[in-house]
């Protein structure tokens, strides 16, 4: 028999250095009930993680993907990272085809290696 071990992740928001935080934002833009959408799985996944599909698609090293259904059918996309317990929330879109778009996706990567890069430095 396979036990897992269940953590609770705290969630941040990645953070540019100029101080900006590109998923507030985006989330700020949304509706109500998409707003409610997108925090109810991300709650799920930082109460649960590790998760599998279909609420969560590993991307690259380090890189995850929240996959949202919103209202009227649209899809948005949370892409995050994990840093020691915390959960960091990178990049959020709504997906407008089958594949994530490349400029979505280095994007995302870029944000995640500059997270991993600070918390590297932390330590020392």
Known sequence: MVHFQYENYSRSFFSSSSGQEPVREWLKSLTRDDRRSVGEDIKTVEIG???GMPLIRKMDTKLWEVRINLSDGRIARVIFTVADADMVLLH???????????NDLKLAKTRRDNVLREQEGGKR
């Open 92 to 102: 959020g879109f709504i997906k407008k085809s089958g594949k994530t778009p490349a």
């Open 49 to 51: 993680w590790p998760i």
